[in-house]
């Protein structure tokens, strides 16, 4: 790094100040590993705790790529919660016995253990309409295809709608969508970007394509409330918001953040899958969200030429699920090629074919979902939501 190089990037950061110290990021100790090429790239650290504001990382690429002789900046965000905190050490415990070695059950903490700080108490927001959280037990089923598609498919059914990419490890809903760029920011709030009719807001728009992000608790909660409350959505009708897969502190920071209206629990046919969807419905039940029904991905293969179905994955999971769980199959989606090929360019398949069969059964399902959750536009819709 040449002395003016480096005096230019220390005088550009030097006037980005941090929210929570007062100061800047240099002085806050926010900023570290500042490493650049001979060809003027830039990479460096920027460490977040669950106080900070996360639109800095948005600041501090902005500043650098506007310095002169920088031709590429990358920024990894990480966790400053831990760096803040020197480490104790461990206290000394007798040994513990087989029976006291249980796992914990949420809601059936020994009386003796020293209590946790209760949960926050989540916010309304009435400007988003029926908040749904769209969920899965495990990866690969096709939770945020669903998502996408779904969102798409309300839009052109005439509702207002938010898509919000919570899926903070692995933040695909950009590329579904085909838009990604930095949200601009007016009057302290971040403008969502549009696509095909439906307002997003995601993590990807804001980190590095490849960067992972490996973040404890306080940082994801940080990010969901901020999404929810520092993003100018304006009035809509529907907000979905794409989960990570499983049950993890992503789904436990959304239910805390805000009120949410329901959940709709992704599947495939096979039973493994299914098996990991009863556990994701079974945490939004403990914690007082109800699953509006089903959906099952990849439910069949239709032949183009002779029209016969053929059951890759297996039959009925999702149908046996939604009765163990007393709530509707709303879709069954089929295996179509088309749906991938289009997620990878931003042409979702309601958009791409919109009479391809898996386009009418997502058109189906928004109908389905519109009937379980009226917009607020719609005669009979219940105050509460």
Request: proline share 9%.
């Amino acid at each position: 790094m040449t002395a003016n190089l480096q005096e230019r990037i220390t005088d550009a950061l030097s006037r980005i100040r941090s929210k929570r110290v007062g100061t800047n990021v240099l002085e806050a100790d926010m900023v570290s590993d500042i490493a650049t090429t001979t060809d003027g790239k830039v990479r460096l650290s920027v460490f977040l705790t669950a106080d900070d504001d996360a639109t800095v990382v948005r600041e501090i690429r902005q500043a650098l790529e506007q310095v002169d002789g920088v031709t590429g900046v990358r920024v990894d965000v990480k966790d400053g919660s831990q760096a803040a905190v020197p480490p104790q050490p461990a206290p000394t415990r007798p040994p513990q016995s087989a029976a006291s070695r249980t796992l914990p059950v949420m809601g059936q903490e020994p009386a003796g253990r020293k209590p946790t700080p209760p949960a926050p108490t989540p916010v309304a927001y009435p400007g988003l309409g029926n908040i749904v959280a769209i969920s899965s037990g495990k990866g690969g089923v096709g939770k945020s295809t669903v998502a996408t598609n779904l969102a798409i498919a309300l839009a052109r059914q005439g509702s207002r709608v938010g898509l919000m990419d919570a899926d903070i490890y692995g933040p695909n809903i950009p590329r579904m969508m085909g838009v990604n760029a930095p949200p601009p920011v007016e009057r302290e709030k971040i403008i969502p970007l549009t696509a095909h009719g439906v307002k997003i807001m995601s993590l990807g728009f804001m980190i590095e394509r490849d960067q992972p992000a490996i973040w404890r608790g306080p940082i994801i909660m940080k990010i969901i409330t901020q999404f929810l409350r520092d993003v100018q959505w304006g009035e809509l009708d529907y907000f979905l918001v794409d989960m990570p897969p499983g049950t993890g502190d992503a789904q436990l920071s959304l239910v805390q953040a805000t009120s949410v209206h329901g959940a709709l629990i992704v599947t495939t046919p096979q039973e493994v899958a299914a098996g990991d969807a009863l556990r994701g419905a079974k945490m939004f039940q403990r914690v007082a969200v109800p699953v509006l029904g089903i959906i099952e991905n990849m439910s069949y293969f239709e032949c183009a030429h002779c029209g016969d179905r053929t059951a890759i994955f297996g039959t009925g999971g999702g149908k046996r699920l939604a009765e163990e769980l007393e709530v509707p199959l709303l879709g069954e989606i089929p295996l179509y090629p088309a749906i991938i090929a289009g997620g990878d360019r931003g042409e979702p398949i309601v958009v791409a074919e919109p009479e391809a069969p898996a386009s009418k059964a997502l058109l189906e399902l928004a109908g389905r979902v519109r009937g379980l959750l009226p917009s607020r536009n719609a005669p009979g819709v219940n105050a509460a939501l």
